[in-house]
Structure formats: structure tokens, C-alpha cells
């Protein structure tokens, strides 16, 4: 059992590229979302899904596109990377809604210059 | 607007010295509280869920308190394995399973 499966673990980008950063699990949850983790900071959410074709801003969506195909995956666009942008990012799932055990992946290193 | 606050922001501990991490929250409504263990260049790593003032958790070493405005996390006689950042984190009844972070408390425990 995988669990949630994040890739790549590290990427430099340059200023005004796009990229995406690949989220799986496989565990049938309905929830995921997409956080970042900055020092001092915490970690802030950018996007969510409720489940397939349904997506929702979180705290910081700037920048950022996301879709929700399938229950399995839940990618992250950067549409035109910014220095801002450098930073960890984490995927996490949940079975249902709320009040529910949430489980992270080992987290993305995206390095913008 | 939903805010956590952790106190201390690092502590340092010899092996076998007792401790505890605060986390002071206000929220809307609680439909739980999180604590969540992260080792360095790895994602969180889930320890507990408390719903309601008065609950308590325990595992291992470690134990989890809740009031209507705080929760501790209390470390009984550490080991170094215990050094990690944990981070708290709450979750409003109207927040569709969104988490509300802590910037954590970084935690260093020496032999």
C-alpha cells in the first residue's frame, strides 16, 4: 500500500516555466489537497477536491491551477513560475469530508530561479 | 478566521527530561484537533486527532490534551528518536476537511 505517492522530489525551474507536480494515492480517498511549506510559515493550503470534478481554492490559489479527473490523482500546475513559488510542497487525502485522519505524502522541492 | 499558535517555537531537551509543546487555536467551530509529527525532509507523519475539550490521547511517549482553547502535547522522559517538529493543526466543522497549521515546534532531544 502506497499510501500518497508525490513526484518528482526535486525540481529547479527557471522564471516563466510551467510545470506540474504529480499526486496519487491509493487508498479510494474522496478528499485531497495540496499544501506549501515555507519557514516560519507553516503549511498553507493551496488547492482541494472533494472528489472527482470537483475543485475549491484554499488560502493561497495564486498561481496555481489544479483538476481532479480521477478519485486516484490530483496533479498541481504552475502556470509561470516565480521565485515566490520556491518552496516544499505537500499532497495530502482523507476519506470523507471532515474529522477524518489526513495523511501527507513525502513532499515535492521545487527551487525556482 | 481560523488561527494556531505554537509556543515554543524550538526547545531543546536532555534524554529523559519532561516537556510539553502548546498550541493555542481559535476556530469557528472545532470539528477536530491535529498533531502531526515531521522528521527533516519528510511529510507529516499523523500522531493524533482530538474532537472535544477534555479528550486525551496517548501513544508511547507522548500525550495529547485538549481544552476549548489549547491543546498540549506532553513528551515523558524523551529519547533523541523523539526529535522532530511537530505541528498542530485545526479543522472547522464548515471546512470540508481543510487544516489550519501551526508553524510548529522543533524539538531537539539529546543523549
Known amino acids: 500500500n502506497a499510501g500518497v505517492t508525490q513526484t518528482p522530489k526535486f525540481q529547479v525551474l527557471k522564471t516563466g516555466q510551467s510545470m506540474t507536480l504529480q499526486c496519487a494515492q491509493d487508498?479510494?480517498?474522496?478528499?485531497m489537497s495540496w499544501y506549501r511549506q515555507d519557514p516560519g510559515m507553516g503549511l498553507r493550503l493551496i488547492h482541494y477536491?472533494?472528489?472527482?470534478?470537483?475543485?475549491d481554492q484554499g488560502e493561497v490559489p495564486n498561481g496555481y491551477n489544479v483538476s481532479r479527473s480521477t478519485t486516484e490523482d490530483f496533479p498541481l500546475r504552475l502556470l509561470s513560475a516565480a521565485p515566490s513559488q520556491t518552496s516544499v510542497y505537500f499532497c495530502?487525502?482523507?476519506?470523507?469530508?471532515?474529522?477524518?485522519?489526513?495523511?501527507f505524502g513525502e513532499g515535492s522541492w521545487l527551487t525556482v530561479v | 478566521e481560523d488561527q494556531v499558535t505554537q509556543s515554543p517555537e524550538a526547545l531543546r531537551l536532555q534524554e529523559g527530561e519532561s516537556s510539553s509543546l502548546n498550541c493555542s487555536y481559535t476556530?469557528?467551530?472545532?470539528?477536530?484537533l491535529f498533531w502531526y509529527r515531521q522528521d527533516p525532509g519528510k511529510g507529516p507523519e499523523f500522531l493524533f486527532t482530538?474532537?472535544?475539550a477534555g479528550e486525551e490521547k496517548e501513544k508511547e511517549r507522548l500525550k495529547a490534551t485538549l481544552t476549548k482553547k489549547e491543546s498540549f502535547l506532553h513528551i515523558t522522559a524523551p529519547k533523541p528518536e523523539d526529535s522532530a517538529t511537530y505541528l498542530c493543526a485545526v479543522q472547522a466543522t464548515d471546512s470540508w476537511g481543510k487544516l489550519q497549521f501551526g508553524a510548529g515546534t522543533q524539538v531537539v532531544v539529546t543523549p
Open positions: 495530502a487525502s482523507s476519506y470523507g469530508k471532515s474529522g477524518n485522519t489526513i495523511y
Open positions: 487508498m479510494n480517498h474522496e478528499y
Open positions: 476556530v469557528s467551530g472545532l470539528r477536530g
Open positions: 482530538l474532537y472535544s
Open positions: 477536491s472533494v472528489g472527482a470534478g470537483i475543485t
